[in-house]
């Protein structure tokens, strides 16, 4: 009988340890509770706090009835309605709910009625509504001002874009007039290039003769026949060769100036190269000798 009495005392020694832990734990968190409600930044979620502490007030009670202990009123908490179940009234107690039921949107909790209050929070909404209005209206004004800007900005720059035409245009003769032969499209159309394009021979002997060469380059995609004009003072001969020069080769101009045959004691000529294929391939030789 000892040892049977021995075994139940054990049990009994254990099973309230074990609600003195859970006791314990329910307190850490009604003490938790408490300190986050006295800071609540909103009304609704002090109310539940408040209702979470009610719960575990509510399962200390159920301990209390498991060890067949008397019912303890629950420590205060900062609110002055968190007063303990036992010392209110049985119609005057808020109403606790299970922990798997959805908590209903009842408005602010009423701290000194222990209830919701549900015109706080049609008030809290209508005061939500009227500000996301005003926010729209204010933002409407704000897009409407800046296309009036926009709008009001456009014309009056435009005649700025028209006058800087004008202003290049009025200046362009007088500032390029004398660099207009650089810049025709002429030379960049030609497809054959005479290196150099003037030669001096200097003083011929009349009765003798002067030699000088010049280099033909075919600058276009197909070969080329040149031809060469003929001088005015009949005194100019050439040799080349009279096939077809290729794309990218050269050919060798030789050009003799007869002394006997001029008639001028001065020869200044421009003599014209040009391609049988193609006819915007054209270039000149310049000569130029005096004769003694």
Not at 75 to 103: F, I, K, N, Y
Not at 169 to 181: K, L, N, R
Not at 262 to 287: F, M, W, Y
Request: positive net charge; hydrophobic residues 40%; proline residues 8%.
């Amino acid at each position: 009988m000892a040892d049977e009495f021995g075994t139940v005392n054990i049990r009994a020694n254990a099973r309230s340890r074990e609600i003195e832990l859970i006791r314990q734990h329910y307190r850490a968190h009604r003490d938790t509770l408490a300190r986050l409600a006295a800071e609540a930044p909103t009304e609704h979620l002090a109310g539940e706090y408040h209702r979470l502490m009610a719960d575990i007030d509510s399962s200390l009670r159920k301990l209390d009835e498991l060890e067949g202990r008397a019912p303890v009123a629950a420590a205060p908490v900062a609110s002055p309605s968190a007063a303990t179940p036992a010392a209110q009234s049985p119609g005057s107690r808020p109403l606790v709910m299970t922990p798997g039921e959805p908590a209903p949107s009842m408005g602010r909790y009423d701290s000194s009625a222990g209830r919701y209050d549900s015109s706080a929070s049609a008030n809290s909404s209508s005061r939500v509504i009227l500000m996301v209005l005003i926010g729209l209206v204010v933002l409407g004004v704000i897009g409407w001002l800046i296309w009036r800007a926009s709008s009001e900005r456009k014309p009056s720059s435009r005649p700025a874009v028209v006058e800087q035409p004008v202003t290049t245009t009025s200046t362009a003769p007088a500032e390029t007039g004398t660099v207009t032969p650089a810049t025709t499209p002429a030379p960049a159309a030609s497809s054959i290039r005479i290196t150099p394009a003037m030669q001096d021979y200097g003083i011929i002997r009349k009765g003798t003769r002067a030699v000088r060469q010049f280099e033909l380059s075919n600058g276009s995609t197909i070969p080329l026949s040149i031809e060469v004009a003929r001088s005015a003072c009949r005194c100019l001969y050439y040799d080349y060769n009279n096939k077809k020069i290729a794309p990218n080769a050269h050919e060798t101009i030789t050009v003799t100036v007869d002394a006997a045959r001029a008639k001028s004691p001065a020869i200044d000529e421009q003599l014209a190269v040009t391609a049988k294929e193609d006819p915007n391939a054209t270039a000149t030789i310049g000569v130029r000798a005096t004769i003694r």
